[in-house]
């Protein structure tokens, strides 16, 4: 099992930024990669980011594409979600999770809130 902790939403004015943070633990050596997830009022899940574990190779969805940045620190099992630039579209519950190699995303965090202010 992997556990998975969010941190770093709050509420910010358009054109502002944020750092989101989730922190793994437990089977973290099974994590092939981690991504970020938003859920907004009445939507659907979305994609927003996605790292993988070793390589670090990164996936954004294309609402995202320069203003948000998704890293990890191996070495504390975190990784985290860089906006900038953000608009009030990107209002949503934000989540963190995790996938073994060969899986779907297994693990969930329980999402931190994102607002942006217009």
């Known amino acids: 099992q992997v556990q998975l902790v969010e941190s770093g939403g709050g509420l910010v004015q358009a054109g502002g930024s944020l750092r989101l943070s989730c922190a793994a633990s437990?089977?973290?050596?099974?994590?092939?990669?981690m991504g970020w997830f938003r859920q907004a009022p009445g939507k659907e899940r979305e994609f927003v980011a996605h790292i993988t574990w070793s390589a670090g190779i990164t996936y954004y969805t294309d609402s995202v594409k320069g203003r948000f940045t998704i890293s990890r620190d191996n070495a504390k099992n975190t990784v985290y979600l860089q906006m900038n630039s953000l608009k009030p579209e990107d209002t949503s519950v934000y989540y963190c999770a995790a996938k073994p190699a060969g899986d779907v995303y297994r693990y969930w965090g329980q999402g931190t809130q994102v607002t942006v202010s217009s």
């Open positions: 437990g089977r973290t050596s099974s994590i092939y990669g």
